[in-house]
């Protein structure tokens, strides 16, 4: 057998260290982003003098630095002046027990021997237990805990029921009542961060009044920008001479007009070198950069579908099945997939989700890239719809499916990945006439 690795085995690799082509990786200084520093800094300033801070809420489409400048900001905080910082991913912890339980496990970690306290467990604990023990905690620690809640829009979105029951109102209700019973002892302050403009309309209103929140708003890089980002994390990521400023400047515009993700620029080149390192050549070039640009989208799509849940999967078959009548292109409004897609459960024997959980689930597709929602008017009388696009082509959606633990149960909605384009995409289950499908889901199974 040759030897799989060779383009790997090799004296001098252009990467010398991948951590700074990673998102989460600390440079020095974060550029570009000194005004949102200076007012976490003024916002925060507080906690230094024992002072509770305001709360705040971080606004920015992805990939703008909100969490790496937050970490960075709280983590100095932390440093300087032994104000607690503890930072949560919402979309990993989706929960008011998860999130709750995080904060006390890391507030444990660090104080319960010093503040001769129990230990708070990882799991295991009620949430009136939990909280009273936090308050403890608080009580001893006579100084704030500042919160990060990273998109903490999954844990409000209206409508929503997080993994452990609650709405994820109930989160911040409870967090706003234990720092009412501590008075005049400061509490948690909560940074709220989200790429979600309208997140204070998916609170309740007593919740959004108590919060309030001091806005810190992350504009979008621009090329120049990104191409400065890209170039300070080159130098110590890849050997020298090792790529032109050609692809640094070429990943930077092709993130741009991907709305400014940094993230998107960083994967890009880090791709781009991977492959290089591959081939055994010595320098990053353009065709390295068209390959990763190529892989890239197709990968992470096939990625996001074949972890999604199986109603999700049928969401996404009946948007690429459901042609739309009222829309010029044919694109399909949003009442018109739902009729799709309960005919489709019903084919398969599931009970369909409510029109207003699918809107959920449409939404969640839509952050993460894999549908796109435009609301359109149709004219006096018409009324306002929302459309829904496929974001995916259909060779990925139905591979992506295929390969999921959902492929058998999806096996006569799919194309085989053997069988190659098929214009009509859906297969006619037996027993079931799915053919109106294609002629938009106001027609009847006949």
């Not at 010398?16 to 916002?43: A, C, M, S, Y």
């Not at 709305?259 to 055994?280: K, P, Q, W």
């Not at 149709?378 to 959902?406: E, M, Y």
């Not at 069988?419 to 799915?434: E, I, Q, T």
């Amino acid at each position: 057998m040759p030897n799989l690795f060779d383009g790997f085995v090799k004296s001098e690799h252009i990467i010398l260290d991948t951590d700074p082509l990673k998102p989460e990786f600390k440079p020095g200084e974060l550029k570009h982003r000194e005004k949102q520093v200076e007012q976490l800094v003024n916002i925060l300033g507080p906690a230094t003098n024992g002072k509770a801070p305001a709360n705040v809420l971080a606004i920015g489409s992805p990939g703008t630095g909100k969490t790496l400048t937050i970490s960075a900001v709280g983590q100095q905080l932390e440093d300087i002046a032994s104000i607690p910082f503890v930072h949560v991913q919402c979309s990993a912890a989706r929960g008011e027990y998860a999130v709750t339980g995080r904060l006390g496990y890391q507030l444990s970690e660090r104080y319960s021997k010093t503040l001769g306290l129990t230990g708070i467990p990882r799991t295991g604990w009620i949430l009136d237990k939990l909280y009273k023990t936090l308050g403890d905690y608080l009580k001893k620690l006579k100084k704030p805990v500042v919160l990060a809640l990273d998109d903490i829009h999954v844990l409000t979105r209206k409508g929503r029921i997080v993994r452990d029951g609650a709405t994820g109102n109930s989160l911040l209700k409870n967090i706003l009542d234990l720092n009412r019973e501590l008075r005049p002892l400061p509490g948690i302050t909560v940074i709220g961060v989200t790429n979600y403009d309208p997140f204070e309309r998916d609170l309740d209103e007593d919740v959004a009044s108590r919060f309030g929140g001091e806005k810190v708003v992350f504009p979008r890089y621009d090329a120049r920008q990104l191409t400065g980002i890209l170039d300070d994390r080159a130098k110590v990521a890849f050997r020298p001479n090792s790529y032109g400023s050609g692809v640094i400047s070429r990943c930077a515009a092709e993130a741009t007009q991907l709305g400014g993700d940094a993230r998107v620029a960083l994967s890009l080149l880090r791709s781009a070198a991977m492959r290089a390192d591959h081939l055994g050549d010595a320098q990053i070039e353009e065709s390295h950069l068209e390959y990763a640009l190529k892989n890239m989208e197709s990968e992470s799509a096939l990625q996001i579908i074949t972890r999604s849940s199986d109603h999700e999967k049928i969401l996404l078959l009946s948007i690429a099945a459901t042609k739309g009548t009222y829309s010029k292109d044919g694109t399909p409004k949003t009442g018109e997939i739902y009729k799709t897609y309960t005919q489709m459960c019903k084919t398969i024997g599931r009970k369909p989700l409510s029109d207003r959980r699918l809107a959920d689930l449409i939404y969640d597709l839509a952050a993460d890239g894999i549908v796109e929602t435009r609301v359109v008017s149709f004219g006096r009388g018409g009324g306002r719809s929302q459309l829904i696009t496929l974001n995916v082509g259909k060779d990925i959606l139905s591979k992506a499916i295929s390969d999921s633990n959902a492929g058998e149960l999806l096996e006569d909605f799919i194309i085989p990945a053997t069988k190659g384009p098929d214009p009509d995409f859906l297969y006619k289950k037996p027993g079931a006439n799915l053919s109106h499908y294609q002629q938009g889901a106001g027609g009847k199974p006949s």
